[in-house]
């Protein structure tokens, strides 16, 4: 499985931006998706899961209200609609997913990961 993260760049405070992340090979049947993010000298962090059905989904309380994940199965994609970026915000954004319905905030959970998108905020 491949998965390529893109739409990361430089905004101002209190802009948007909007990720993508393509899967594509051998993708399980039904399979979990999410995002986490590293800042410079901090380890990764969880930032939001979507299930399968995009029934269920899962923020951290750093997002809470500000971002949206969302996914296309049709398109084998996820999303992350960010908006009032902080400068805090500012990390390399990655995608992840695992085989099977649960949703979860660990990434020790997930098989495969995307190279990452650079997302700098500005104050």
Known sequence: VQLQASGGGLVQAG???RL????SGRTSSTYAMGWFR?????????????????????YADSVKGRFTISRDNAKNTVYLQMNSLKPEDTAVYYCASKAGVVVTPAPRSYDYWGQGTLVTVSS
Request: glycine content about 8%; charged content about 20%; overall charge negative.
């Open 15 to 17: 802009d948007s931006l």
């Open 20 to 23: 993508s992340c393509a899967a």
């Open 38 to 58: 590293q800042a410079p000298g901090k380890e990764r962090e969880f930032v939001a899961a979507i299930s399968w059905s995009a029934g269920s989904t899962y």
